[in-house]
């Protein structure tokens, strides 16, 4: 464990390599990294990296996580050693927290690691003179460049071998803190340091302790008349007193004045106040885009690749309802899970690469202000950024926002950006409604609609967060305390390691609901009465028998009578008063459903609707033409301007996506947050829709 940014993952990924399993602490969603190495040949040990905090008061979820393992309170964790990793380029607020860690009584080594970066700064440090100081081994280690690795594990398996011998001595004069309290408290948990107890004393609200041991500590607390934050403050400052004396016998500093490193300079362009902003739009734009062009050829393999599966699968395997469930529900079901690996590998790879070098903390902080005012902070930016490639990524990455209700706000406004698979359907509707014109000789009416969506969905996600800020609460004050890493170079290894981390969480574990809703929505769609299903299958017997030389048209027009008499075409003309006032119809009210699966599914229902074979890409002008010519009962067209624009907006709104509502119901935990966000978007997709095609009508 140790400081944020102190290259604490770094060391546990040089330590485990691919012997990592990812997975979460109990009750709160944070990731929790566990692996094992080996000490020597004798000894294996089992890691875990805990959460980065600066102090054993903890202010976020994360920090709670690694301070109730420090005090023994959860129930998975037990260490028997500790390595505390320390940023020897910033010395003596690393150093509080290990002197913290010191008077808890755990078996520690302490890895320095940043020393060449304290060394360009003109830091010298007695490695030697400060393991007398505290009591406890110091290793210098460097990850990035495995280096000081078997230094490290020889003083782990020394640690191991004399586990019982702990520092000699208090970090700090632990007696003087709340002495009656503490005395009081230890009789009661023996067992505990006298710098545990204090903390028992502050915290034991959150302790898995009983409730008579609760009433005892509160007895204690009275009777004593115990202030937690004048002890915080007495502990603090003894603490940097002594760090300030440690440091002065054993590490010489340079006046920072006179260095300038290369990274404030580097801070000047990209923290301006005009040029920082206009690098960060750059930036975010390269960053979509290559999750876009970059994902779209595995992608696109993946898709052609389980296309030729379900196509030889189909002429193989004998005709029966068990193939056609393997092929359309099963095959289908799983290609809709693998196609979105890429986009999620892609943009994994691509925050981890920003994370490493430096530039992410950056841009948290150029855009807190702005999200700051919609009840979101700077950290919400970059989930909301990957939207516009996927919502599913985007939901995993907002893992890192620590405020509850912030991380919240973030997941439920994401789905708003408009993702790659709303594309096919703005394409065609566009395409459809809007006419091709151009102003000024360049500016495209089409490009220019196509645009508006974009920036409705990211007016609306900011308008929703600044509505649901009154209503979701949080226990705890919302904190935008962020440090500014140094510039570094990216690690590939750990690069490829996030990558295979997350697609390998999303593809087990958010691709068990996807694959049970599939199968669903292929029962719905496949399925329907008896009665109605033969009598279409005799209908279309005949007209084959009569007309031999219009049998694929034939059957192709079959399929689309199958799709309208199955549960899901009952659902659709079900729904059709409910949706008639929006202009939409029930061919409309089927395709609605089926895209459930995946926005993109609504091009090829239209084409299975209105009778157009083969791929929906290849035949897009004959389904607009088709589309286009589209009457209703009365005579009327279907797709004109206020129903083309009216859809529109639907799809920029409504959650739409099965994949999307899995991944928040496990980053949430509760079918409460997905139920909320389906319905809340549906509703606002419904009024907005109706208002335009009012408008327009």
């Known amino acids: 464990m140790g400081n944020p940014n102190s290259g604490k993952s770094s060391l546990f990924n040089a330590l485990t390599g691919m012997n990592q399993k990812v997975g979460n602490f109990p009750g709160v969603t944070v990731d929790k990294k566990s692996g094992s190495f080996k000490i020597n040949e004798n000894l294996a040990v089992k890691i875990t990296d805990l959460p980065g905090t600066y102090s054993l008061y903890p202010k976020r979820d994360d920090e709670w996580v690694s301070y109730k393992v420090l005090l023994n309170q959860d129930p998975t964790i037990k260490p028997d050693l500790l390595i505390v990793v320390a940023d020897a380029s910033n010395l003596k607020r690393n150093l509080l927290f290990c002197s913290q860690i010191i008077d808890l009584k755990i ?93 028992y004393l502050i915290n034991h609200e959150h302790f898995n302790l009983s409730d008579s ?64 902003y206009i690098i960060l739009l750059i930036v975010l734009f390269i960053l979509f885009q290559s999750v876009f062009w970059v994902a779209q050829y595995p992608m696109n393999g993946i898709d052609w690749g389980f296309g030729k599966l379900s196509g030889w699968l189909t002429q193989v395997l004998p005709a029966s309802g068990l193939a056609d469930l393997f092929i359309n529900g099963i095959i289908a079901g799983l290609s809709g899970i693998i196609i979105f690996v890429p986009q999620i590998m892609i943009l994994f790879g691509l925050v981890t690469l920003l994370e490493d070098t430096g530039y992410m903390a950056r841009i948290s902080f150029l855009t807190d202000k702005l999200m700051r005012k919609s009840g979101l902070n700077g950290k919400s930016v970059m989930p909301m950024i990957s939207g516009f490639a996927c919502a599913v990524p985007a939901i995993m990455s907002a893992r890192n926002i620590e405020n509850k209700k912030e991380r919240l706000l973030t997941i439920m406004v994401t789905p708003l950006m408009s993702c790659s698979a709303r594309l096919p359907v703005y394409t065609i509707l566009i395409a459809l409604v809007i006419p091709n014109k151009y102003f000024l000789g360049f500016l495209s009416l089409q490009g220019l609609v196509m645009m508006l969506l974009y920036m409705l969905g990211v007016v609306l996600a900011l308008a929703v967060a600044w509505v649901m800020k009154f209503f979701i609460k949080s226990e705890g004050r919302s904190f935008f305390i962020l440090e500014l890493p140094v510039y570094r170079g990216p690690r590939w290894k750990n690069i490829f390691t996030t990558m295979l981390q997350k697609a390998k969480i999303f593809v087990t574990q958010a691709g068990k609901v996807i694959m049970v809703i599939s199968l669903l929505l292929w029962v719905l769609s496949t399925y329907g009465p008896k009665e109605k299903m033969e009598a279409v299958t005799a209908s279309f017997n005949e007209q084959i028998q009569k007309n031999p030389g219009n049998t694929d048209e034939l059957k192709v027009e079959r399929g689309t009578a199958y799709l309208e008499n199955s549960f899901a075409g009952m659902l659709g003309h079900a729904i059709e008063p409910v949706i008639r006032p929006l202009g939409f119809d029930w061919k409309i009210g089927i395709a609605l459903i089926t895209s459930f699966a995946a926005r993109e599914v609504f091009v090829g229902t239209m084409a299975t609707l209105y009778s157009v074979g083969g791929d929906a890409d290849e035949n897009s002008s004959t389904l607009r033409q088709k589309m286009s010519s589209a ?43 997905p139920a909320i966000q389906f319905a809340y978007l549906t509703f606002l997709a419904y009024t907005i829709s109706l208002l335009v095609f009012q408008l327009f009508k």
């Open 107 to 199: 078996p520690v080594v302490i890895a320095f690691t940043m020393m060449d970066l304290a060394k360009k700064q003109g830091t010298q440090i007695n490695i030697p003179g400060l393991e007398r100081e505290l009591g406890v081994p110091i290793v210098s280690v460097n990850p990035r460049k495995n280096k000081g690795l078997i230094e490290l594990k020889k003083s782990v398996s020394l640690q191991v071998e004399n586990m019982n011998n702990l520092p000699p001595r208090d970090f700090i004069d632990t007696s003087a803190l709340a002495p009656e309290a503490v005395n009081n408290l230890q009789q009661m948990f023996p067992e505990v340091s006298r710098y545990a107890a204090v903390h």
């Open 213 to 276: 041991q609760q009433d005892q500590v509160e007895q204690i607390e009275i009777d004593n008349k115990f202030n937690p934050t004048k002890t915080q403050a007495e502990e603090i400052m003894q603490r940097y007193s002594r760090i300030k004396s440690i440091m002065h016998k054993n590490v010489t500093e340079e006046d920072t004045l006179k260095k300038h490193l290369f990274t404030d300079k580097l801070d000047d362009i990209l923290l301006h106040r005009f040029w920082g």
């Open 631 to 673: 009457v209703r009962a009365d005579g009327t067209k279907v797709y004109t301007l206020a129903t083309g624009l009216s859809l529109l907006v639907f799809y920029v709104i409504a959650m739409q996506c099965m994949s999307t509502l899995a991944v928040v119901k496990r980053e949430t935990k509760s079918w409460k947050w």
